[in-house]
Nanobody, 120 residues
């Protein structure tokens, strides 16, 4: 089993920045990982992913150029740097591990989520 714990969410004004962290613990290091988000009344959507080596980093079109995913394998941690935040980025952000898919059902492990709220 792998446990994922997110942190770094909060309230920020439009145009501001936040950095989310996802720390993995358990019997194995995380392989590929991703960030998803879900706003009230909406489907869970892919935000960004990263392969184990960091060589592949797909992004959703809505966040390209504003968000950056990275990882530190020595710390078993995946990050999501979010810049130029917009009110439409408001959602619960989830860390997931075990895939590099755009489809949330393909991931094996999930964190509990962290709330990101962007005020206009």
């Amino acid at each position: 089993q792998v446990q994922l714990i997110e942190s770094g969410g909060g309230l920020v004004q439009a145009g501001g920045s936040l950095r989310l962290s996802c720390v993995a613990s358990g019997r194995t290091a995380i392989s590929s990982a991703g960030w998803f988000r879900q706003a009230p009344g909406k489907e869970r959507e892919f935000v960004a992913g990263i392969s184990w080596s960091g060589g592949r980093t797909p992004y959703a079109d809505s966040v390209k150029g504003r968000f950056t995913i990275s990882r530190d394998n020595a710390k078993n941690t995946v990050y999501l740097q979010m810049n130029s935040l917009k009110p439409e980025d408001t959602a619960v952000y989830y860390c997931a591990a075990g895939s590099l898919s755009f489809v949330w059902q393909n991931y094996d492990y999930w964190g509990q989520g962290t709330q990101v709220t962007v005020s206009s």
